[in-house]
């Protein structure tokens, strides 16, 4: 007869999760110390993961992270240029005096 499927809180979850997560070790690894079924734990990561990525960051954090990256920006491009229309002509002078 087939096992009876156990259920983990969200508590519990939690603990494993942050074991591999900031551990680095090996989902099989930590499946097996504490019992649990390798594609199970491999689940509780992968929608950890993506629930971090679909966090908003805080409004500090990106103001930050906008204000880097456009100073990264206007560095790499050598800064702010002022452009002339090209419907005005440029007026070249020779040497002083032969206007």
Known sequence: MAEKR???TAKFREGP???VT???KPVPEVAKD???NETTLASWVSRAKRAEKARPEDKDALI???TAENAALKSASGGPKTFRS???PTRITGSP???
């Open 34 to 36: 504490l019992g649990i």
């Open 17 to 19: 999760v942050r074991i």
């Open 6 to 8: 156990r259920k983990f």
């Open 97 to 99: 005096g032969h206007d």
């Open 22 to 24: 900031e551990t680095g």
């Open 86 to 88: 090209a419907s005005v």
């Open 64 to 66: 930050a992270r906008l």
